[in-house]
Each structure stands twice: as structure tokens, then as C-alpha cells.
């Protein structure tokens, strides 16, 4: 069977964030193959009028209406957009307000609140961006002792996408090491890594998925032969298991999915 079409718009007066967290539900309709749009910091009509325009091509394009993801907290806004036909998914109307009839209480509704209510405000996601960025790939040992975590696995395993999320998400600052096959002849963890066991979590993956994914940056090589990804995965499952890491494998897992089983191990007190 063929997959259908739409284009899912992500509309947002602030950084997106909320909205594309709300997009999540797209996950539950696998037969539907939808095209992702952001429109971040929409507060103004001119951006409602441009964003209006886009939601309309879509629906000509498509010959089926968008579905339109929003977190717009003012009202008059809101209205404007809505104008155009699509449907809506509406942080909003379908949440906030509701529950602000049942406590009795006016809402806020300025861009960001609701990251401001997790208890991980900008400045300290950007830090653990930053810091998952500059070490990524075991790019460097300083400041390691800073990490909140630290993720190990074999190559193309999920380290990055998942260190990155729980920066961008949670403010989590994550590091990511590859074990080779170096470390599996030693039977032991990088030097570097020894005094931060409590730290450590393990992503391992099925040798198929990793072929696969070895295959897209180096085809028909030793690195992604079927071959030799089922004996690093098991080298690398055996060392982890040496060493008392507990992992997850991440073949069929989201990062969103990953990130909430580190969160449990790692257990933040803001999380």
C-alpha cells in the first residue's frame, strides 16, 4: 500500500520547541508519510500572513489539507491563522486554556513558559548543547568530570542524536565515546573513561540496523560488512558487561525513547 501525503506545519511564537514536542503524535501514523515545516517565532500579523500563505500552497500542492501543529499564545493571532483551512492541533485550545477554566486562573501566555516551568531554562540547554557538541566522538577529555552522562557504544550506534537530545531537551550535559576494536582486544574500557563508571550508559544496536547505517558512509567496506558489525556489537556487549554498564539497544528505539530510559538511570533531579 502505498503511503499518503500531507504536509505537517509546526507553528510557533516562540523557538518551536513545545510544538515540535506536540509533534510526536505524527509517530502514531506510520501509513502517512508527512512532509515537517517549521515556522518558529510567528508573532506578528505580517508572520501569520506569510505563514497563512505557506498552509495555503500546501493545500493546492497536496490536494489535502495540512495538519497544523501551533503554539501561539496570543489570541488575536491565533484567530488569524486559523483562517486558512487546515486542521489544527491547538496547544492552546485544546489544552492551556481548559485547564485555566478548572483552576480559576488566567494562563500565561508568553513564548517559552512552558520551558521555563520545566526547570531548564535556554541558557542552561544551550550550555549542554555546546558541551555535547564539543564532545562528541570522544573530541576531547576536558572537562569531562562536568558531564551528566556519559555514552559508549560502537560506531553509528545513536551516541550523537541522542546526546544532542538530551541537551536540547532536558539541559543534560552528555558526552559520547566509540568503543573500538582496540578496547575489545584490551577487554577494557578507555583509560580516560575508568574514573567515570556511575556516569556511563551503553547504546548497542542490532548488527543488521548497523550495517546498514555503516553502508550509507562507507559502501562495500570491512567497517560495514554484516560480518564485522556482528562481532563488534558482541565484543562491545561483552566488554559492557564486564565493566557493569547497563545499555539499551537503540535498533528500534526514538532518541525520545532512549533519552527517557537514561533519564531513569541517571536520575536527575529535574527531570
Not at 135 to 142: A, E, K, L, R, S
Not at 148 to 167: C, E, F, M, Q
Amino acid at each position: 500500500m502505498s503511503q499518503q501525503k500531507r504536509t505537517a506545519f509546526f507553528i510557533s511564537d516562540g523557538t518551536g520547541i513545545t510544538a515540535g514536542a506536540l509533534g510526536q503524535l505524527l509517530a502514531h501514523f506510520p501509513e502517512t508519510q508527512f512532509t515537517q515545516i517549521r515556522i518558529p517565532f510567528t508573532d506578528s500579523d505580517a508572520k501569520v500572513d506569510d505563514a497563512q500563505k505557506r498552509i495555503v500552497n500546501a493545500r493546492m500542492e497536496n490536494g489535502q489539507r495540512p495538519i497544523v501543529i501551533m503554539s501561539i499564545g496570543n489570541q488575536k493571532l491565533r484567530a488569524e491563522l486559523k483562517e486558512v483551512d487546515a486542521y489544527y492541533i491547538d496547544l492552546f485550545d485544546s489544552f492551556i486554556d481548559p485547564l485555566g477554566v478548572e483552576l480559576k486562573e488566567e494562563p500565561l501566555t508568553r513564548p517559552g513558559v512552558a520551558h521555563s516551568i520545566s526547570g531548564t531554562n535556554y541558557s542552561d540547554r544551550m550550555e549542554a548543547i555546546n558541551f555535547a557538541l564539543g564532545h562528541d566522538d570522544g573530541m576531547t577529555h576536558n572537562g569531562l568530570n562536568q558531564a551528566n552522562v556519559i555514552l559508549v557504544g560502537v560506531s553509528r550506534s545513536g551516541k550523537t542524536p541522542t546526546s544532542i537530545y538530551l541537551a536540547m531537551q532536558f539541559g543534560i550535559k552528555a558526552a559520547n565515546y566509540p568503543l573500538t576494536p582496540e578496547d575489545f582486544e584490551r577487554k577494557a574500557l578507555p583509560p580516560i573513561l575508568e574514573g567515570y563508571i556511575d556516569k556511563i550508559f551503553g547504546l548497542t544496536i542490532q548488527a543488521d540496523r548497523l550495517s546498514s547505517l555503516r553502508s550509507e558512509r562507507r559502501p562495500n567496506s570491512t567497517y560495514a560488512s554484516l560480518d564485522n558489525c556482528r562481532k563488534e556489537i558482541t565484543d562491545c556487549e561483552n566488554l559492557m558487561k564486564r565493566a557493569g554498564i547497563p545499555w539499551a539497544d537503540s535498533t528500534t528505539r526514538s532518541v525520545e525513547e532512549l533519552s527517557a530510559i537514561i533519564l531513569q538511570k541517571i536520575r536527575q533531579p529535574n527531570t
